[in-house]
């Protein structure tokens, strides 16, 4: 990789600042000054060093967040927060984005990473990788609703749902579940209980195939997956609900 192309990207600046600061002799690749923008390094081979800090290069970065209300699953937006104000500079800089989309008010897992193959893969239709919310309804969830979502229901835009699974953690006035989709339908899970009659109260995603939401994560906290996870993640298989 040039050496232009590798600082612009991890955040030295634009190819015209990195220029500029690469005339200065501050860079080094195993203790060479480089000053030709042109030159091309191996960062997972060669030192490259920026005044004298060993500089860190990924090709890929792989994000579990806790989201929190009130931030859209987007990687910028001229009035509202999005989920990339959460990161720090040194994550941002490799510029993630939210694999698939979580409501705005709504909380838990939600994957960050720039690698296009592996989004497209978790969000496929032919994958039906399935997501699991945990939920708290307004109104009595009953055995006949389960059955419903089994079938599939539909929307108010005429949409029949593909297959879920509901269980029932608790029933009453405001009863908790916990549902699992293969789809992700503009508000879905939010429609789907509207079908059956009934409300939305509070939202959170648990889990995403294979990759279960960190419970020592506070919300707005993230950290990087491991290399057993996002293995996992490659090999998700589609469930049969």
Same mark, same amino acid.
């Given at each position: 990789?040039?050496?232009?192309?590798?600082?612009?990207?991890?955040?030295?600046?634009?190819?015209?600042?990195?220029?500029?600061?690469?005339?200065?002799?501050?860079?080094?690749?195993?203790?060479?000054?480089?000053?030709?923008?042109?030159?091309?390094?191996?960062?997972?081979?060669?030192? $490259?060093?920026?005044?004298?800090?060993?500089?860190?290069?990924?090709?890929?970065?792989?994000?579990?967040?806790?989201?929190?209300?009130?931030?859209?699953?987007?990687?910028?937006?001229?009035?509202?927060?999005? $989920?990339?104000?959460?990161?720090? +500079?040194?994550?941002?800089?490799?510029?993630?984005?939210?694999?698939?989309?979580?409501?705005?008010?709504?909380?838990?897992?939600?994957?960050?990473?720039?690698?296009?193959?592996?989004?497209?893969?978790?969000?496929?239709?032919?994958?039906?990788?399935?997501?699991?919310?945990?939920?708290?309804?307004?109104?009595?969830?009953?055995?006949?609703?389960?059955?419903?979502?089994?079938?599939? $229901?539909?929307?108010?835009?005429?949409?029949?749902?593909?297959?879920?699974?509901?269980?029932?953690?608790?029933? %009453?006035?405001?009863?908790?579940?916990?549902?699992?989709?293969?789809? %992700?339908?503009?508000?879905?899970?939010?429609? +789907?209980?509207?079908? $059956?009659?009934?409300?939305?109260?509070?939202?959170?995603?648990?889990? +995403?195939?294979?990759?279960?939401?960190?419970?020592?994560?506070?919300?707005?906290?993230?950290?990087?997956?491991?290399?057993?996870?996002?293995?996992?993640?490659?090999?998700?298989?589609?469930?049969?609900?």
């Amino acid at each position: 990789m040039r050496i232009d192309k590798l600082l612009s990207n991890i955040g030295y600046g634009s190819r015209k600042e990195v220029k500029q600061l690469l005339k200065t002799g501050a860079v080094k690749a195993d203790g060479k000054i480089i000053k030709d923008a042109k030159t091309h390094v191996d960062p997972a081979v060669q030192a $490259v060093t920026v005044h004298g800090e060993t500089v860190e290069y990924k090709e890929h970065i792989y994000l579990m967040l806790n989201k929190p209300a009130g931030f859209l699953s987007a990687t910028e937006d001229s009035v509202q927060k999005t $989920v990339i104000d959460l990161l720090e +500079m040194n994550d941002a800089v490799y510029k993630p984005f939210p694999v698939g989309r979580l409501d705005k008010d709504t909380e838990g897992l939600l994957l960050l990473t720039n690698d296009g193959q592996l989004s497209h893969q978790l969000l496929s239709p032919k994958k039906h990788v399935p997501k699991t919310y945990y939920a708290k309804i307004e109104g009595h969830v009953t055995e006949e609703d389960a059955s419903a979502f089994k079938e599939g $229901v539909e929307l108010d835009d005429g949409y029949v749902t593909k297959p879920a699974r509901l269980e029932i953690i608790e029933a %009453g006035e405001r009863s908790e579940i916990h549902i699992t989709i293969t789809e %992700g339908k503009f508000h879905q899970v939010k429609r +789907m209980f509207e079908a $059956v009659g009934k409300k939305v109260a509070y939202l959170q995603r648990i889990s +995403m195939g294979p990759l279960h939401l960190d419970e020592s994560l506070e919300l707005g906290e993230y950290r990087e997956l491991t290399d057993e996870e996002v293995e996992a993640l490659r090999n998700a298989e589609a469930i049969e609900l």
